[in-house]
């Protein structure tokens, strides 16, 4: 099937985080808007199809959790990644931040120092801190324009008795996909140390054809007894707005306590339209996340050899997963507020400032690659022109 990644869907006036909140964000309503991690990519038919045949009953009720569901999810699983999961190790949460939440405060307790590797996803820091418990930074390592573990410094926070370490796999914003390897290492020190392992693995299907993500649960049945790993459909098939997602505990006693942590929050019910639009994106809408995978694939090249071009002092990372393009603008030697002045009011687009992923993001940018070419094209135009004008 053809799809038409290069329509330029209107998307104002849609109640859209990404593109009505532009002047509470940034002062102007018209900023093109290349931030928060949705793509502006009609989903597969199959998603739009289940989701209006849905609609179309007319009493949006108490939802169950249907067995095709859970043989969507566990299918999903061994066909693309190899991993035989059980259905009883699936806990449905309505988002991987609440998941990451929920599993700190079950594997710590407060004043526990929690490990994360930055820059990393901003909520990261906070299902830390709002919990009541320390962060342990283990700063990633940038060489030669790609991420790797600091090993050495990693092994110390362990020692000085961190309980629990917050992977994001594949890396956001780094665009790393760790490979076996290197994640083989991290769990030698987290078996070593008795340290538990949460896995953000919402961009596991997001890996360019080169690469292969490995879920960290899987590697071993001893990796898997100190893991919770969360995942989603959401950002692979662009339906985060319903709001649908999964944890993998494959440990008894370690998804007990959480399935009681959820009970008690009360935030374990299932979205109305998330267990049909799951099903189709799962059985039905593999051709469309390869065809989306190539296309964004090749927004990264057309990006980084904009930039290459356009504005040298930009230095991308180059991305191995994500649909996010991590951009190294250090070289220019600008604050976080010059580098907003410019982006917001000058260039009158809207990419993240990299200091809210950590102190050692700052000077970097993050770049939305998930929409159409034109779009992506004008952006970095309008960037580019904005900072030329700037330096000159």
């Not at 209006?52 to 699983?77: M, N, S, V």
């Not at 494959?250 to 109305?272: Q, T």
Request: proline share 5%; aromatic share 10%; charged share 25%.
């Amino acid at each position: 099937m053809t799809y038409h990644f290069d329509e330029r869907m209107p998307r104002r006036g849609t109640f859209s985080e990404k593109w009505d909140l532009g002047r509470e964000l940034f002062g102007d309503p018209d900023v093109l808007p290349l931030w928060v991690a949705d793509m502006d990519f009609r989903c597969a038919p199959a998603i739009v199809e289940a989701v209006t045949e849905r609609a179309k009953l007319g009493i949006y009720g108490y939802t169950a959790r249907p067995k095709e569901y859970l043989d969507a999810i566990t299918g999903w699983l061994e066909r693309r990644h190899g991993w035989s999961v059980d259905a009883s190790w699936l806990t449905d949460t309505p988002g991987v931040v609440p998941a990451l939440g929920v599993a700190v405060q079950v594997l710590t307790e407060p004043g526990d120092q929690v490990i994360l590797q930055s820059p990393v996803y901003n909520p990261f820091y906070d299902v830390i801190r709002s919990n009541g418990r320390e962060v342990a930074e283990n700063p990633l390592i940038l060489d030669e324009g790609r991420y790797r573990m600091d090993y050495g410094q990693l092994e110390s926070l362990m020692q000085n008795g961190a309980k629990l370490l917050l992977l994001c796999s594949p890396h956001n914003p780094g665009g790393r996909v760790w490979t076996r390897d290197e994640l083989e290492r991290l769990g030698e020190l987290c078996l070593k140390y008795g340290v538990k392992v949460v896995s953000d693995e919402i961009h596991g299907d997001l890996v360019f054809k080169e690469h292969r993500h490995l879920p960290f649960a899987s590697l071993s049945e001893a990796h898997a007894g100190i893991t919770v790993t969360c995942a989603a459909p959401s950002k692979t098939f662009n339906i985060p707005g319903l709001a649908t997602a999964y944890t993998i505990i494959p440990n008894v006693a370690i998804r007990k306590r959480f399935a009681e942590r959820i009970k008690a929050l009360a935030i374990g019910s299932l979205n109305y339209f998330g267990p049909s639009a799951t099903i189709a994106a799962y059985t039905q809408s593999e051709d469309w996340l390869d065809a989306v995978l190539d296309y964004i694939r090749d927004n990264r090249d057309f990006a980084v050899a904009t930039l290459a071009e356009r504005l040298p002092a930009a230095a991308p990372v180059l991305s191995e997963g994500t649909y996010l393009l991590w951009v190294d603008c250090r070289a220019l030697g600008w604050s976080k507020a010059q580098m907003k002045q410019t982006m917001y009011k000058e260039a009158k687009i809207a990419f993240t400032e990299g200091s809210i992923y950590g102190q050692n993001g700052e000077g970097f940018l993050r770049i939305n690659l998930a929409c159409p070419r034109s779009l992506l094209q004008e952006a970095l135009e309008r960037f580019c022109a904005a900072v030329t004008a700037r330096t000159t």
